[in-house]
C-alpha cells in the first residue's frame, strides 16, 4: 500500500499568489482531512470529508482557504490569495473507519513569501 | 473532547530505559485515544490506539493505558532505541466533540 500521496512536499510563493495543495488517499478509505500544522498551534483540523462530501469545515480560517474531493481519490486545498501566516506544514490523512485509525501522508511544507 | 494537556514537553532517556508520556483529557465520554509518532520531515504515524472499554493494550515495546476515572492516559516505551526518537502525540475523540484532539506533542530523545 502507498500509503496517502500529498504534492507536492515543498512549496515556496509569494504573498498574493494562489496554492493548490493535493492529496490521494488510501484506497477504500471513505474519510479524508486536511490538518495544519505549526510550531505556536500544534496540528489544527481544517476540513473533514466522509464519502466525498464536505461534514466539517468550522476549521477552515476564511474564505481564502477552500477545499474539495471530486472524487475518492483525490482532494484539493486551495488558498487564494496565501499570505505569509499560511506558511505551515499542510497534511492530508485518511481514515477507514470515520475520525478512528487516520493515516497521514507526508506533508506539504509551504512557504508564503 | 474539548482540550487535552500533554507532559512532559521533552523528555531525554538512555538507551534501554523505558519513556512514560501522559495525557490528560476534560470531556468524561471521550472514548478513543490514539498515539501519533512524528519523526522530522514525516507526517505522523499512527502507533497504538485504545479504546473506552479497554483499560491497557500492549504492541512489542510499546504500551498504552487508560484510567476513565482519572481521565488520563499514558504510552509506555520500554527498552528505548535511538530510533524512537522523535515527537509524540497524544490525542482523543467522542463525546460532545467527535473531532480528533491533539496534544501538544513530547519530543523524546533517546541517548545512545
Known amino acids: 500500500d502507498a500509503g496517502v500521496i500529498q504534492s507536492p512536499r515543498h512549496e515556496v510563493t509569494e504573498m498574493g499568489q494562489e496554492v493548490t495543495l493535493r492529496c490521494k488517499p488510501i484506497s477504500g478509505h471513505n474519510s479524508l482531512f486536511w490538518y495544519r500544522q505549526t510550531m505556536m498551534r500544534g496540528l489544527e483540523l481544517l476540513i473533514y470529508?466522509?464519502?466525498?462530501?464536505?461534514?466539517?469545515d468550522s476549521g477552515m480560517p476564511e474564505d481564502r482557504f477552500s477545499a474539495k474531493m471530486p472524487n475518492a481519490s483525490f482532494s484539493t486545498l486551495k488558498i487564494q490569495p496565501s499570505e505569509p501566516r499560511d506558511s505551515a506544514v499542510y497534511f492530508c490523512?485518511?481514515?477507514?473507519?470515520?475520525?478512528?485509525?487516520?493515516?497521514f501522508g507526508p506533508g506539504t511544507r509551504l512557504l508564503v513569501l | 473532547g474539548e482540550n487535552v494537556e500533554q507532559h512532559p514537553s521533552t523528555l531525554s532517556v538512555q538507551e534501554g530505559d523505558s519513556a512514560v508520556i501522559k495525557c490528560t483529557y476534560s470531556?468524561?465520554?471521550?472514548?478513543?485515544f490514539p498515539w501519533y509518532k512524528q519523526e522530522l520531515g514525516k507526517g505522523p504515524q499512527l502507533i497504538i490506539d485504545i479504546r473506552s472499554n479497554v483499560g491497557e493494550k500492549k504492541d512489542q515495546r510499546i504500551a498504552v493505558t487508560l484510567n476513565k476515572t482519572a481521565k488520563h492516559f499514558s504510552l509506555h516505551i520500554t527498552e528505548t532505541q535511538p530510533e524512537d526518537s522523535a515527537v509524540y502525540f497524544c490525542?482523543?475523540?467522542?463525546?460532545?466533540?467527535?473531532?480528533?484532539?491533539f496534544g501538544k506533542g513530547t519530543l523524546l530523545t533517546v541517548n545512545p
Open positions: 490523512a485518511s481514515s477507514p473507519l470515520g475520525w478512528e485509525t487516520q493515516y
Open positions: 470531556d468524561s465520554a471521550s472514548n478513543y
Open positions: 490525542a482523543e475523540s467522542g463525546g460532545s466533540n467527535y473531532k480528533l484532539t
Open positions: 470529508f466522509n464519502n466525498n462530501v464536505p461534514i466539517d
